[in-house]
């Protein structure tokens, strides 16, 4: 009897053993591919996937992403932002350790890494997921990728100072600097990263390629009423209008064009905004607001009527570009947050109590990072 129990105890341990080993010998090219997937999804998912074996590790080493978290648009964790802590603290600060939390947009799922390049440095922006940085000590700007440490320079952030507007006063002006308002990274075949900057307190585009030594700005201008929005490379400008105008969105394609400045010298610069949606004008007697906002990999454009209705439409960009002005009636069960500290779209949670919909929408307050499992708690229904 002994030994049977011995056998049978020892049976499922081997079980165990085959079937660890069969998928760590798994052939290099079915890795390779099922490596991919994982990466289309989530890159810290791609870094446990490679972290679980070494057969798996070698296997996708044409796919490592050390050393290629910034060049390699693959490895931009696109659906991760930095979570500010509220309470007075702050990237950098003491009481952090240099531990600085990520939320995912799309999972809800809270990850802590040690950046302790805070302590010099602090946060402009993030684009997909790439941290736009900017270094106290010579105002240098460079790009980070937190979950692989990869870092690209730019060149210092004073060098735009000379195109300010001529209205700010010499106190403010680094407060207007540092105040950007969409970044947007894309990335060349040969590897040359560029960024393209709408800044508070121009009124042009600031663009620049790794190994530049300065920012340039553009010859052309964007009005004041516009709010950008950066998605995929690009930005996309919303010109809010008066109360009966009609909103415009325009495009900027980061893909540069040669424009000869005299005889003898060429600039390179984005190309310039290019309108791609007219709204038609508002008949009525309400007044509306409009955001975008990026959901599920495409852009949303949201009509709010200003009135007590409240009354909230929802437009894919890719429709109105084609001349559809329908409203969808899901968006997949996420939640939109607005404000004018962000516009975020976050999947919400099963356990989220109230009605059942496909779709809700919150108002986002000034310290919604301080609460922010209330702040997923308090959405409400919109349709």
Not at 81 to 99: A, C, N, V
Request: with cysteine; charged share 20%; aromatic share 10%.
């Amino acid at each position: 009897m002994r030994r049977k129990r011995s056998a049978a105890l020892i049976a499922p341990s081997s079980k165990v053993t085959r079937d660890t080993s069969s998928w760590a010998s798994l052939h290099e090219d079915l890795v390779s591919l099922i490596g991919n997937r994982v990466l289309a999804g989530d890159l810290r998912d791609y870094i446990r996937f490679r972290a679980a074996c070494h057969h798996w590790r070698l296997s996708t080493g044409a796919a490592c992403p050390l050393g290629r978290g910034v060049v390699d648009p693959r490895f931009h964790p696109r659906r991760w932002m930095m979570l500010p802590e509220g309470h007075g603290l702050y990237p950098g600060h003491g009481k952090m350790r240099g531990y600085i939390r990520f939320f995912n947009l799309s999972t809800g799922d809270l990850v802590r890494l040690r950046l302790p390049l805070f302590r010099d440095h602090c946060l402009l922006d993030s684009m997909d997921g790439i941290l736009l940085l900017h270094r106290d000590k010579d105002t240098a700007i460079r790009l980070l990728n937190p979950f692989t440490g990869d870092i690209e320079e730019l060149p210092p952030l004073n060098t735009l100072l000379p195109y300010l507007c001529s209205f700010i006063v010499q106190r403010g002006r680094w407060e207007f600097l540092r105040n950007i308002r969409a970044a947007s990274i894309s990335v060349s075949a040969g590897g040359v990263v560029r960024v393209i900057m709408s800044l508070l307190g121009m009124q042009c585009i600031a663009y620049a390629s790794s190994g530049d030594q300065q920012w340039n700005v553009s010859r052309w201008s964007v009005k004041d009423s516009a709010h950008p929005l950066s998605f995929q490379g690009k930005l996309y400008l919303l010109n809010r209008p008066t109360f009966c105008g009609q909103p415009e969105i325009f495009q900027i394609d980061p893909s540069y064009q040669h424009q000869a400045l005299d005889a003898s010298t060429m600039s390179i610069m984005p190309s310039p905004p290019k309108l791609i949606v007219k709204f038609p004008a508002n008949t009525t007697s309400v007044a509306y607001t409009y955001y975008m906002v990026e959901c599920d990999s495409e852009v949303l454009v949201v009509t709010l009527s200003l009135d007590g209705y409240r009354q909230c439409l929802v437009y894919r960009l890719t429709d109105l570009i084609l001349g559809r002005t329908v409203p969808v009636t899901s968006i997949g069960g996420n939640a939109l947050f607005l404000g004018t500290k962000g516009k975020y779209c976050i999947r919400r949670r099963r356990n989220v109590g109230g009605s059942r919909g496909s779709g809700v929408l919150g108002y986002l307050p000034s310290d919604w990072y301080a609460n922010l499992d209330k702040l997923l708690q308090s959405v409400c229904i919109y349709y």
